[in-house]
T-cell receptor, first 112, second 116 residues
């Protein structure tokens, strides 16, 4: 099956930028998504990018997609303590319809 | 107030017992999903359903069962055959889309299952 990888932990200082990375193996991805999970809660969609795009900006969030290297990143500008959470990347593939493949999740800790 | 409701929030299972986790949505979504979350392993798909009275196994279906008798409801039963059921269980739903189309999954708040 599809393999989606993320590093497990990231720590940044408040006010700095955070960059969370994700790699995947299946080149037939159609859309890629970023979700945020706060402690003890479900997942909340942050943003998504169509696989034919290479960048998308949404307020403090910037998504970069390098389809050749199968690499996705999420940059959070001016990181705040409220951004501390687990971040998941996910992809949907051309041939698997509505099924998502999730990464392992990156736990972001923002240090005041 | 549209959304996905999972209950209970916490659940305890005794050895040899089946337990059922509830998931209800009022978003009029056709597709529903069950995921299991373990620390450091991300989300793994247990079962999914794209239409009433139909469902498919995901990557880790063994020891679990589901039903989809109503569009709004997709309960998950953790059977006694699931030897390591302690985890956080998440239910999600989405509109049904043809392959290749944008599709957003919306999640419930989760049920934490522990073994006594």
């Amino acid at each position: 099956g599809e393999d989606v990888e993320q590093s497990l932990f990231l720590s940044v200082r408040e006010g700095d930028s955070s960059v969370i990375n994700c790699t995947y193996t299946d080149s037939s991805s159609t859309y890629l998504y970023w979700y945020k999970q706060e402690p003890g809660a479900g997942l909340q969609l942050l943003t998504y990018i169509f696989s034919n795009m290479d960048m998308k900006q949404d307020q403090r969030l910037t998504v970069l997609l390098n389809k050749k290297d199968k690499h996705l990143s999420l940059r959070i500008a001016d990181t705040q303590t409220g951004d501390s959470a687990i971040y998941f990347c996910a992809e949907s593939l051309l041939n698997t319809g509505n099924q998502f493949y999730f990464g392992t999740g990156t736990s972001l800790t923002v240090i005041p | 107030d549209g959304g996905i409701t999972q209950s209970p929030k916490y659940l305890f299972r005794k050895e040899g017992q089946n337990v059922t986790l509830s998931c209800e949505q009022n978003l009029n979504h056709d597709a529903m999903y069950w995921y299991r979350q373990d620390p450091g392993q991300g989300l793994r798909l247990i079962y999914y359903s794209q239409i009433v009275n139909d469902f498919q196994k995901g990557d880790i279906a063994e020891g679990y069962s589901v039903s989809r008798e109503k569009k709004e409801s997709f309960p998950l039963t953790v059977t006694s055959a699931q030897k390591n059921p302690t985890a956080f269980y998440l239910c999600a739903s989405s509109t049904y889309r043809l392959a290749g189309a944008k599709n957003i999954q919306y999640f419930g708040a989760g049920t934490r299952l522990s073994v006594l």
